[in-house]
């Protein structure tokens, strides 16, 4: 089986998903695939699998740039599927995370070449990517969510913003819609941050996510499945910086991960049928990472969201989570090319002629 570990990609997460694949081809099993690495510049050109190597093993976890490389040096297409391969024997592990990878474009391209591919289809990758979209589908099936609203950037001015401070009180967070790893996330703590806050989310997307400031634990649980999802035991998050934010995630390193997190066996049965009807309102395939806060004496566990390509580095908190639960880092790479076959084999009997 040629396994095709897709990395890099055009977002602001980059970096992270360099990271992810690097320990990704680290644990395939060589015996079991022919692993080959293919990776996506910062421009959308992508990368042959010598390339691709030689920047995973460099300090800069990073592909080529643009003004760094020739055109000419780089493959502008290299095959997903040689020619002299079926579709059939190929499984592509996309770790792109963030717009143009994780949000059912690379999902799309996928299902059009009728390759097998890891993880959730193009509706559940979108939705999930896509944070205004998919509160309102778990709002749709009565998941607790904390209170938001959604702008697009027309209608992003001082109306929309004194709303948000008369309907979710302050402070708030404000997120880009279409993004992940905390990049583009601020705390506002007062109108004029809120407004630095508004001007941030849209340097990355049209569409920004203001949501109140919930005071809570934060609980994450790990996915795993298709029509028969499974889930994790639960882990906490213990932030260092005032909340989770991209340097307390991957630069500083200093947050804490309780696994499993310290909670009653009522708490964690709950989350974890929680997680599991969230993983399914928002038709997810694959695996998943479904984030909650935790309000103790309040209104219990509240959504706040799902990854459907999650961070994959071996104390990420997905592997993690799997690992506590008994499923060894590359037993769930192989359970991951297992579960995308399944569902290519169930999806290929479709008809497609009337």
Known sequence: MRLVVLFGGRSAEHEVS????????????????????????????????????????????????????????????????????DASEVVVFPLVHGPMGEDGTVQGLLELAAVPYVGAGVLGSALCMDKSAAKDVLDAYGLPQAKWLTAREQAVNKAFADRAVNELGLPVFVKPANLGSSVG??????????????????????????????????????????ASPRASVPGEVVPTHEFYDFDDKYLDGTAGLRVPAPLSDDATA?????????????????????????????????????????????????????????????????????????????????????
């Open 18 to 85: 360099c990271i992810s694949a690097l320990h990704v081809l680290r644990a395939a099993d060589p015996d079991r695939f022919d692993i080959v690495p293919i990776g996506i510049t910062r421009d959308g050109r992508w990368v042959d699998s010598g390339d691709s190597m030689a920047a995973l093993s460099g300090a800069a976890a990073a592909l080529p740039s643009p003004d760094d490389t020739d055109a000419s040096e780089l493959d502008p297409l290299p095959a997903i599927v040689p020619a002299e391969r």
């Open 185 to 226: 996330v601020t705390k506002a703590h007062d109108r004029e941050e809120l407004r630095d806050a508004l001007t941030e989310a849209l340097r990355y997307d049209e569409f920004v996510v203001v949501e109140e400031a919930v005071t809570g634990r934060e609980i994450e649980v790990a996915v795993l499945g298709n």
């Open 270 to 354: 709950e989350v974890r049928h929680l997680a599991v009807q969230a993983f399914r309102a928002l038709r997810v395939d694959g695996m998943a990472r479904v984030d909650f806060f935790f309000e103790e004496d309040g209104r219990g566990f509240l959504v706040n969201e799902l990854n459907t390509i999650p961070g994959f580095t071996p104390i990420s908190m997905y592997p993690k989570l799997w690992e506590a639960s008994g499923l060894a880092y590359n037993e769930l790479v192989d359970e991951l090319v297992r579960l995308s076959l399944e569902r290519h084999e169930r999806r290929s009997r479709f008809d497609t002629k009337r």
